[in-house]
């Protein structure tokens, strides 16, 4: 469109583009008025006037307004026209409508801004690859500035942990003009891993030919933590029920403690566990589990028998009844290695407690550093209280069997549990073709001592009786009180 004006600033003249740019249908209908009137914003058509005045020249964006008084964005180049003289004689300017281009850049913008602002990362490369663009959302989450990733491809981010055959299908999968999506392990520029959930769609030109691909990236680092933990803690208490089965099926210590060590292992892996039992001052070893033997001679695990004053760890625990870990025993003070587990670099202990004393201790081992963590010493206490169950558990039924098969008052086996072990012998006899000898002992006139002294010193008769008889056997002969002051032996 063309317009002039004189220098008062009312058109003089307008060619058919400017009617039709405008909305109206003769030129009548606009020569004669201020060329203001024809803008939205009359003062800063105004302001374009006296700039034209000034200068002689003036380029720029204004918002026009119609005949209908709707609106449109026009570029206008407008200049000051003078005579032979060098006198003003009037102003012409041309205009050009740029209403579709004002809205395609500013959808272009707010695209641009989505994609600066995106809560993903977003990652454009060429058909080989390499990264031509990478939002800040990419910057913050790698590590990597845009300067260093530019002209570069996305292996910087391989994290080593995914086989080739995940990047093979990948380029196989863009390359044919289809999107992948998947997971992916990467590390960022400082070593540390993330998880990725990402999304590469190709891009294709008006010719359908392949320019592009776009990568959209979501940081689900934290969702797959979650995820862990929470299947971590199903391994866990998937262990725990089967640990508390075996505690209620069996009253065997040694098989009870062999499913509590292969349990720990499900959800804490290690070279080796062991359960040590506490007497005093001594710790024993009692069961262990090593996965070294193959590359370690048999005593990886260290000496069977302590004592805690050597194990200052040991003896602090016993104290404290609190776990001890040590991710590294190089790197630690408080470690002292015993004789045999010198190859040890990651070590947690926990105390087995029975009855608020601490009574045994579970060992897990490493030979890597910095392998557990706090996580791992939590899960290993509860494992150490099922421990303590089975512990108490053999306790209990070593006493109760004791009280069946033993004489209350001497100590001697007593009669029901004489004639069992009798039967045993006597086969055993017959199968050797040994011989065995049965010897019945009383006390002459035991009666009398009761009726004269009373029967606690008839209990204090029988239980010496029965001790100088013990001791005047040998230990595989078997002695039992038959009954009232009647005692059997087999020999």
């Known amino acids: 469109a063309i317009a002039m004006s004189d220098l008062q600033g009312r058109l003089i003249y307008v060619n058919d583009a400017f009617l039709k740019m405008w909305g109206f249908d003769h030129v009548s209908d606009v020569l004669g ?58 102003m012409m300017a041309s205009f050009l409508d740029i209403t579709e281009q004002k809205r395609a850049e500013f959808e272009l913008r707010k695209l641009s801004q989505a994609v600066e602002q995106s809560a993903n990362a977003i990652v454009i490369t060429d058909i080989e690859g390499n990264i031509e663009y990478a939002n800040p959302k990419f910057v913050e989450v790698s590590g990597y500035s845009l300067s ?11 994290s080593g942990e995914h086989g080739l055959e995940l990047y093979r299908n990948l380029w196989q999968t863009i390359k044919a003009g289809q999107v992948w999506k998947g997971e992916v392990h990467n590390r960022r520029k400082d070593g540390t891993l993330y998880w990725e959930d990402s999304t590469i ?56 403690l062999d499913r509590v060590l292969e349990n720990i292992e499900k959800v804490t892996p290690f070279d080796a566990a062991m359960v040590l039992m506490i007497k005093g001052h001594a710790v024993q070893k009692i069961r262990q589990s090593n996965n070294l033997e193959k590359a370690i001679h048999s005593g990886v695990t260290g000496n069977t028998q302590a004592n805690l004053i050597n194990v200052p760890i040991l003896q602090e625990m016993r104290e404290t009844r609190q776990p001890c870990l040590i991710p590294d025993t190089q790197g630690d003070p408080r470690w002292r290695a015993v004789p045999g587990m010198g190859w040890i670099r990651s070590f947690i202990s926990a105390p087995v407690m029975i009855r608020g004393q601490v009574v045994g201790i579970l060992n897990v081992l490493s030979g890597t550093p910095g392998f557990f963590t706090q996580a791992h010493a939590e899960r290993l206490l509860a494992f150490a209280s099922q421990v303590a169950v089975a512990m108490e558990n053999a306790q209990l039924f070593e006493r109760v069997h004791h009280l069946s098969v033993t004489d209350s008052l001497t100590e001697l086996m007593n009669r029901r549990h004489f004639f069992e072990v009798s039967k045993i012998e006597l086969e055993r006899t017959h199968r050797y073709h040994r011989t065995l000898s049965v010897m019945m002992i009383d006390i002459d006139h035991f009666k009398t001592i009761n009726d004269t002294h009373g029967h606690a010193t008839g209990d204090l008769a029988l239980r010496e009786v029965a001790g100088r008889i013990k001791h005047s056997v040998r230990a595989v002969d078997v002695v039992a009180r038959y009954g009232g002051e009647e005692f059997i032996v087999l020999m």
Do not use: Y
């Open 148 to 158: 260093e990733v530019i002209g570069k491809t996305p292996r910087i981010l391989r």
């Open 33 to 90: 008025r201020p060329v203001n009137s024809f803008w939205e914003r009359t003062e800063q058509a105004n302001r374009v006037a006296e700039i034209l005045s000034e200068k002689g020249n003036w380029i720029g964006e204004l918002t026009a307004k119609r005949r209908d008084a709707s609106q449109f964005e026009a570029q206008v180049s407008a200049h000051l026209v003078t005579g032979s003289d060098g006198q003003p004689v009037c």
């Open 201 to 256: 769609t190709p891009v294709f030109d008006s010719e359908h030919k392949l320019v592009n691909f776009i990568a959209i990236k979501e940081d689900i680092t934290t969702r797959k933590e979650l995820e862990d933990a929470e299947r971590d803690q199903r391994k866990l208490a998937e262990a725990l029920r089967d640990t508390s089965t075996a505690l209620n099926s069996t009253l065997n210590l040694d098989e009870v």
